[in-house]
């Protein structure tokens, strides 16, 4: 009698739900994750090695480096070395040499046949044409685009100044960091550019009253008191008005022609003010940590501006030329957090909540509708949420509450307190969809119900609890990443957790682990159109996330290890056979492969970790793509085999990298071979 073979199965394993320290292994989802490192989930799941970072300071971009093959015969050339030609007008840096050609990069010109040289120094003969690309294989084109990077990063410097960036933010499409000046005496305010950061002019302001002539006390106008004269940048009206001659405030001006102002009449035109003294430099403390909001008070496009405040110094706003410090008329005018609602810009003073009247930031009196809101506790940010069907709220999060703010103005105001155990950590506070924040019990969730402007908090970081412990205290910055649904959360010494969600709910956590601290962070829409994701380190540089394949250089080293996966029979052994792993990119993508059997028992030998690669080149979808610039037959999805062997009731498959060359890719799920056994006794 034949006995019959047991038949061989396959089962698939979504990857997804990212990591599980908490669910029991028998009980864990087979696509979860036991353990990783800089690993993200897709939208629409799959796990990625994390995209890379930059640093940035609007010089040319390291992801943007190019390099080209010139057919030349040289001697004497070392990588490093520019390369010229005969007439000195086509230059490139060397990053690699071949038999028979130099790979440039940072290439001015075009190189022609005839003589190249170093310097004044003939090193050889150019024999062919200077062509883009073409590196022989996908990874050797990965390796001198690298190469290329390095030598653009290099470019790149820090923010002008002294110890870490305080506050990094996008307005009009233009990127803005500040830093403390060399000697630690002031903060500075820089844009980037295509030469480096550069230090944004501080005007100068002189107080005055009596002001009366709206139609030429305006910016613009120059401001004259005898000999003395300078343009006026910004009219700020604090109390009165200009068309009763009651107008008291501010004039931020330029530097003076004639001397210093004085106190005493003054003319704009045919206006009149009385000034209240000299004018005096405006200038900001060192040490603040800034936070930001962009606004439009006014009725056109060009009054949007940005609004910004550091704990430190009053307030201010912006218009990318001429920066007002705003007075909000407190003895210790310094406040922390910022935010422009229902047309009222919002500040906090420790336990005191403050706004402006409506329609303008720079009147702070309670006669024409400013108010101050007490929350009974340090405040530490504001999230803008929805209220009901045609008024939004404003949350307010505190150490240890949660207060929402219903209404328009004063006139209506509720200031309705949530919840008096749940508050938040400062620069955790996000919303994506929905309010969330870092809190003394996790990541929790303001969850928006039906019933508009009710609320439900949630802890939705239960299953990293064990790793995220220990990190409560040590939280940094925070920000949305709007393409991929995530809420990112950083922590002092480069740790951090990206959440991705789907559909309002979470998709799942992984840790990141980054070789610089996130100490400010802005995501914005950025000049391209699409969001642009900025941080400020303790180095002293901003990078941009999101782009490029290195933190900064740095290899990105991850790892992914899913659960014990049993198979639906958690008593019965197998005899597992091979993994087939479906990845998804474009480029060359590598990973190491390996596994362990039976929770990891020491009666299992060690598995052979083996490495796996796949040349992904991007599918062409036709009428969308330039002619001459695709690839027949490119592929962005391929499966990859990996031989498993060993009888186990379960497997945990380890996937691992390391590069600072390939291009992201993903790996969307797995198959597993196996052949069925006996019941475990």
């Known amino acids: 009698m034949r006995i019959a073979r047991a038949k061989t199965e396959m089962k698939f394993i979504r990857f997804d739900g990212g990591l599980d320290l908490t669910t029991p292994a028998m009980e864990a989802a087979p696509g979860g994750l036991r353990a990783g490192s800089n690993i993200e989930i897709g939208v629409n799941g799959g796990y990625a090695p994390i995209a890379g970072y930059e640093r940035y300071s609007g010089k040319a971009k390291p992801s943007s480096a190019t390099y080209s093959r010139l057919i030349c015969s040289v001697t004497g050339v070392a990588v490093g070395d520019v390369l010229t030609d005969n007439a000195g007008t086509s230059f490139g840096t060397v990053i690699a040499m071949e038999n028979g050609a130099v790979v440039l990069t940072l290439i001015t010109g075009t190189f022609s046949t ?22 022989a294989t996908a990874k050797l084109d990965a390796t001198y685009t690298n190469l290329a990077a390095d030598v653009y990063r290099a470019l790149i410097a820090v923010v002008p100044g002294s110890g870490g960036v305080l506050g990094v933010h996008q307005y009009n499409g233009m990127v803005y960091a500040w830093r403390n000046n060399a000697g630690g005496t002031a903060a500075v305010l820089h844009v980037k550019s295509a030469a480096g950061w550069t230090a944004v002019p501080m005007f ?40 009763a001659g ?40 060192p040490g603040g940590r800034f936070e930001f909001d962009n606004f439009n008070f006014g009725g056109s496009a060009g009054t949007r501006r940005m609004y910004g405040a550091d704990g430190v110094n009053r307030a201010f706003e912006f218009d990318g030329t001429t920066l007002v410090p705003i007075a909000t008329g407190m003895t210790t005018d310094t406040p922390k957090f910022i935010k422009a609602h229902k047309n009222q810009l ?39 949420l929805p209220g009901t069907e ?43 969809n929905q309010g969330v924040c870092l809190d003394s019990q996790g990541i929790v969730l303001l969850e928006t119900t039906q019933n508009y402007g009710n609320f439900q908090d949630a802890v939705i970081s239960d299953k990293i609890t064990p790793v995220l412990s220990g990190f409560l205290s040590l939280a940094t910055a925070s920000c949305i990443a709007r393409k991929k649904n995530q809420y990112r959360i950083f922590f002092s010494g480069g740790a951090g957790f990206y959440l991705t969600f789907k559909n309002r709910k979470l ?28 941080f400020g380190s303790t180095d002293g540089f901003v990078y941009q ?60 030998s060690t598995a052979p970790t083996t490495t796996n690669v796949s040349e992904l ?65």
């Open 114 to 135: 005839g003589n190249v040289k170093v310097g004044a120094s003939v090193v050889g003969t150019c024999t062919g044409a200077q062509s883009a690309g073409g590196a």
């Open 204 to 243: 100068n302001e002189v107080s005055f009253s009596a002001g009366s002539g709206a139609a030429t006390i305006v910016d613009g106008g120059t401001l004259t008191k005898g000999g003395v004269t300078a343009l006026i940048k910004r009219v700020v009206v604090q109390t009165g008005s200009l068309t």
């Open 246 to 285: 009651t107008a008291a405030g501010r004039i931020i001006i330029a530097a003076p022609s004639g001397g210093n102002f004085s106190a005493g009449a003054a003319t704009v035109g045919a206006g009149t003010l009385t000034l209240g003294g000299a004018q005096t430099a405006i200038s900001f403390l």
């Open 346 to 384: 919002f500040l906090s003073f420790g336990s005191s909540v403050q706004h402006s009247a409506v329609g303008t930031p720079y009147i702070w009196s309670a006669v024409v509708g400013a108010a101050e809101l007490g929350c009974g506790d340090t405040v530490t940010g504001f999230i803008g």
């Open 390 to 432: 045609t008024a939004g709220a404003l949350g307010i999060k505190t150490a240890n509450r949660t207060l929402i703010l219903y209404g328009n103005d004063v006139s209506d105001w509720n200031l309705v307190p949530y919840s008096e155990e749940s508050g938040a950590a400062a620069y955790t506070n996000q919303f994506i």
């Open 507 to 534: 998709r799942g956590i992984t840790q990141i682990d980054l070789p610089h601290t996130v100490s400010c962070i802005s995501s914005l829409e950025g000049a391209s159109g699409s969001e642009e994701i900025y």
């Open 545 to 604: 996330m999101d782009i490029g394949t290195s933190f900064d250089g740095n290899p990105i080293s991850w790892s992914a290890t899913l659960a014990f996966n049993h198979l639906g029979s958690p008593r019965a052994l197998k005899s597992f056979r091979k993994a087939t792993t479906e990845v998804q990119g474009e480029g060359y993508a590598e990973f190491s492969f390996s596994y362990v059997l039976g929770y990891g028992s020491q009666d299992f």
């Open 617 to 681: 080149s991007g599918a062409v979808n036709w009428d969308s793509f330039i002619w001459d610039q695709f690839t027949w037959d490119g592929v962005s999805l391929s499966p990859n085999e990996s031989d498993v062997a060993g009888d186990a009731e379960n497997i945990s498959i380890m996937y691992s990298g390391s590069s600072d060359e390939f291009p992201q890719f993903t790996l969307s799920g797995g198959i597993l071979q196996y052949t069925p056994r006996r019941q475990l006794r």
